[in-house]
């Protein structure tokens, strides 16, 4: 389809839980990228995808984050023991090329509460 | 690095009215820039985005924004605003991934907030 599918739309969880979010980018669209925004406003880069290979994962919290993109399946990014301050909206966005970003298109984001 | 600021935390206009975001960039050379629109529990919208070229950008909605080198600037301007603009909005700034500056991913500004008055 033409638009970025990200699910689910709210997310709760509790302190220490795993949290798993989806991202079907738009087909066709070879970089998938992550980003989480955090008070409401400000965007932090999480990591980025080149079909399923890491390209760029310089934002990631390693030691609870990881990120996954396979083929045929949606791309994930797991937190494996969620802290209050995981608490953010999530985006995900791809693009068909990643030379230049003006293909960039957005989903319209997971919000993740962390209780 | 190449960064933006966006010196306008929150803005209030009538509908109507006239309508400037400012969006100051940092980078030497010509920079791209880009133009978000998020509304409220809604994604990111691409508005506009300028490459190079005209220094005056036309986008979706009506809006508009002016390169300008010589202040660094890139402000998102609409003649006319409607109650449904009202939302965060949000300037960027492509950043280079890997050392050829051949992959890039974005920057953004903190966000204007615009609230419209009827």
């Known amino acids: 389809g033409e638009e970025v599918a990200q699910t689910p739309k709210h997310l709760v969880r509790g302190e220490g839980q795993k949290a798993k979010l989806y991202c079907a980018p738009i087909?066709?669209?070879?970089?998938v990228f992550w980003y989480q925004q955090v008070l409401k406003n400000e965007f932090k880069f999480l990591i980025s995808?080149?079909?399923?290979?890491?390209?760029?994962e310089t934002g990631m919290p390693k030691e609870r984050f990881s990120a996954k993109c396979l083929p045929n399946s949606p791309c994930s990014l797991e937190i494996q023991a969620t802290k209050l301050e995981d608490s953010a909206v999530y985006f995900c966005?791809?693009?068909?090329?990643?030379?230049?970003?003006?293909?960039?298109?957005f989903g319209s984001g997971t919000r993740l509460t962390v209780v | 690095a190449q960064s933006v600021t966006q010196p306008d935390i929150h803005i209030t206009v009538s509908e109507g009215a006239s309508l400037e975001l400012r969006c100051n960039y940092s980078?030497?050379?010509?920079?791209?820039l880009f133009w978000y629109v998020q509304s409220p529990g809604q994604g990111l919208q691409l508005l506009l985005k300028?490459?190079?070229?005209?220094?005056l950008v036309q986008g979706i909605k009506g809006f508009e924004a002016e390169f300008k080198r010589s202040q660094s600037s890139f402000n998102l301007r609409k003649p006319s605003v409607h109650w449904s603009d009202a939302a965060e909005y949000f300037c960027?700034?492509?950043?280079?991934?890997?050392?050829?500056?051949?992959?890039?991913?974005?920057?953004f500004g903190k966000g204007t907030l615009l609230t419209v008055n009827p």
């Open positions: 966005a791809s693009s068909q090329y990643g030379r230049v970003p003006y293909g960039y298109t």
């Open positions: 087909k066709g669209h070879s970089y």
């Open positions: 995808f080149q079909n399923e290979n890491v390209f760029d």
């Open positions: 980078y030497g050379a010509t920079p791209y």
């Open positions: 300028y490459f190079s070229g005209d220094t």
């Open positions: 960027a700034v492509p950043t280079a991934m890997n050392s050829g500056g051949s992959n890039y991913k974005l920057t």
